[in-house]
């Protein structure tokens, strides 16, 4: 079929479907789960994929699932990811269908994006004459929580066999309607590590017979942020940040033990590349001088996250041919998001799917606990997801 004949037959498809996805929608919102626990969420949409007649993948999670439409054609399969987990907020938005968990959340619009691709599903699966190949529908489980649910789907096969890849996030600073997306590299790589710093305790008031762990932690936060400014080129990118640190008894005891916890993000594969390394050497140098031993212990290692052209192409000629209009340009971040994980391997893209409206009070950050979606924006995401999918598959003329 024509590709405006084809992306109009989806846009009604998928505003017909608009009423029964806000109620999928917020099902979902109202019974969030945590990462790595999203158990009745996933037992949630397998009933919904199989009412669809989709068949469900043997993917071995406790939680995620796989799932596959099947086209009356032979051809290639192309795959649409959402993530399901929540996050540990109470939710202060006041909405009639709030969480019904106490401290449990879908403050990042991960309920959105299931019921977004959920809505694709359908979509396609009332048009499978018109699919030359096979989609195949990935629900990740623990986007938010290092290391991912990315890494296990994957290496339990759920992306085998599959040529190129959507995925999409909610994006509260664009207004409802629109959809952005960047070239190349767009969200930050990612190397969280915990360290442990051992001096040797001692009384507060002889220094010279202990080692002190805090002033060689502080020595060392002070240093990491010297990798930024003198060991790393300029133009590319990196934050370094110490999050969290631990240590001590008392105000007249010298520390035996510091405990930090931080990250170092880049959007250079380059810059990133050289950044373990960096740490670990400044971190020994510092503890070197000061006779006290460390221990760095890697907790995540994310990729950048890197949109192929070629996906990006088919995202925006079928926006344009959807809503007659040009996608904008999402601002890079070092922000993470495990979607680059699949990206690392196939071709594919994310994009981002506007949800802000003054009026219903959406636009606010996300982990926010009144972080509230335009539900209208669905549709969109529905359409374009589906539409491209069948482009990529080659289904669009
Ligand atoms: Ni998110």
Redesign the pocket.
Same mark, same amino acid.
């Given at each position: 079929m024509a590709q405006n004949q084809l992306t109009d037959r989806i846009k009604e498809a998928a505003a017909r479907l608009a009423e029964m996805q806000v109620g999928w929608r917020r099902h979902l919102h109202r019974h969030p789960e945590l990462s790595f626990h999203e158990t009745a969420t996933t037992a949630w949409l397998k009933e919904r994929l199989s009412e669809l007649g989709l068949e469900i993948l043997p993917i071995k999670l406790e939680t995620g699932v796989a799932a596959e439409l099947r086209g009356d054609q032979p051809g290639e399969t192309v795959a649409i990811r959402s993530?399901i987990d929540a996050l540990p907020i109470v939710e202060q938005t006041g909405l009639p269908f709030a969480s019904e968990v106490d401290g449990c959340m879908h403050a990042?619009? /991960?309920d959105v /994006?299931m019921a977004t691709v959920l809505g694709a599903a359908a979509v396609l699966s009332g048009m499978r004459d018109h699919v030359p190949g096979t989609v195949r529908f990935i629900f990740q489980p623990a $986007? $938010?929580k290092p290391p991912g649910g990315a890494r296990p789907m994957i290496e339990n096969g759920a992306l085998d066999g599959v040529s190129m890849i959507f995925g999409l /996030?909610?994006e509260p600073h664009l207004n409802t309607g629109r959809i952005s997306l960047r070239d190349g590299a767009t969200m930050g790589s990612v190397f969280d590590f915990e360290l442990i710093i051992r001096g040797r305790s001692g009384h507060g008031a002889r220094p010279h017979l202990a080692v002190d762990a805090i002033v060689t932690a502080a020595e060392v936060i002070d240093s990491l942020q010297k990798i930024i400014t003198r060991e790393t080129d300029p133009v590319e990118p990196i934050a370094i940040t110490i999050g969290k640190i631990d240590g001590g008894t008392a105000s007249n005891v010298i520390a035996e033990e510091v405990r930090l916890e931080g990250t170092a993000r880049s959007l250079s594969p380059k810059a990133f590349k050289k950044l373990p390394s960096l740490i670990k050497r400044t971190v020994a140098g510092v503890c070197k001088a000061r006779g006290a031993t460390f221990e760095l212990n890697p907790s995540a290692d994310y990729p950048v996250l890197t949109n192929h052209a070629s996906a990006n192409k088919i995202l925006a000629r079928t926006y344009s041919s959807l809503y007659g209009k040009k996608i904008e340009v999402t601002p890079p971040t070092l922000a993470a $998001?495990d979607f680059s994980f699949y990206l690392e391997r196939i071709p594919g893209a994310m994009f981002r799917l506007g949800i802000r409206n003054k009026k219903i009070g959406a636009g606010e950050p996300?982990h926010s606990p009144k972080f509230i979606v335009d539900e209208a924006a669905m549709p969109v995401g529905t359409a374009l997801l589906a539409a491209s999918a069948l482009d990529a598959l080659g289904g669009i003329e």
């Open positions: 993530d990042c619009g /991960h /994006h $986007e $938010e /996030h909610v $998001e996300w």
